[in-house]
């Protein structure tokens, strides 16, 4: 009798390894399926609100590296780094990516950079770091204050982080509703210093969402994904 339930044991730990792999096989096989047909993943098609950690490879290696163990979440220190859901589409569930409405990279910080255990994220130095670009600032006019609502305000250009900052201002002289003359400083951002770290889009004064945000256009682990068209003045 014992003998029969050692069989039976033995039989269906066979049976369960068995199946094991299969589910194991399958979903490898279904997520290669998947980043073949990704066409985010494939490198065609770029979300603007995909921003991966600084050291990130190109998407499709990203995706095929990333064991989505959260070791970049845990450590961000600005808690900027979650998991997505759809963002990477299908094959890219649960990777993670800067969600700047929460938290930003810090300039001096390279910790997702080194704490990736299988190489996702490149290890860079703090000098090398800095010089990766992982999306592009961009104001939006009809919400920064200098420009709709003829207020002062300097805030993401005291908070840019770049040794020569990234955001500029431009001397304008308007007329308020009374036609009396106002100077103000109205920013603009530099596309080829700023590295897309999102500190100016978290200490915007303005909420939901701010006058300043970030997309992943210009980044340098893809160069396809351009924040402007090749006709652009920028090349
Ligand atoms: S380098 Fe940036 S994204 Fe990475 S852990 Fe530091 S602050 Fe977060
Ligand atoms: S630490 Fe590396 S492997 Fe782990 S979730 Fe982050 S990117 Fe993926
Ligand atoms: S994202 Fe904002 S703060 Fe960061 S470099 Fe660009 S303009 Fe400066």
Not at 18 to 38: D, E, K
Not at 174 to 180: A, C, H, L, S
Not at 212 to 226: C, D, H, L, Y
């Amino acid at each position: 009798m014992a003998e029969k339930r050692r069989k039976g044991r033995e039989k269906s730990k066979t049976a369960l390894s068995r199946r094991s792999f299969l589910t194991a096989a399958g979903s490898g096989a279904a997520a290669t399926v998947l980043l073949n047909v990704s066409p985010i993943a494939q490198g065609k098609t770029f979300n603007p609100d995909l921003i991966r950690p600084p050291g990130s490879l190109t998407e499709n290696d990203f995706l095929t590296k990333c064991v989505r163990c959260g070791q970049c979440m845990k450590v961000c220190p600005t808690n900027a780094i979650h998991p997505t859901t759809l963002e990477a589409g299908l094959a890219g569930i649960w990777s993670p990516f800067l969600v700047m409405e929460v938290g930003y990279c810090e300039y001096n910080c390279t910790l997702c950079c080194q704490v990736c255990p299988t190489g996702a994220i490149e290890e860079l130095t703090v000098e090398e770091k800095q010089q990766v670009h992982i999306g592009t600032a961009y104001i939006d006019r009809s919400r920064c204050l200098p420009f709709v609502f003829d207020t002062p305000c300097i805030v993401c250009e005291e908070h840019c982080p770049t040794p020569k900052k990234a955001i500029w201002f431009e001397d304008v002289t308007i007329r308020d509703r009374d036609g009396n003359e106002k100077l103000l400083k109205q920013p603009h951002v530099d596309p080829e210093l700023c590295i897309g770290c999102g500190i100016c889009v978290v200490k915007c004064p303005i909420n939901d969402p701010a006058a300043i945000r970030v997309t992943s256009g210009g980044e340098t682990r893809n160069p396809a994904n351009q924040f402007f068209l090749s006709t652009s003045p920028y090349g």
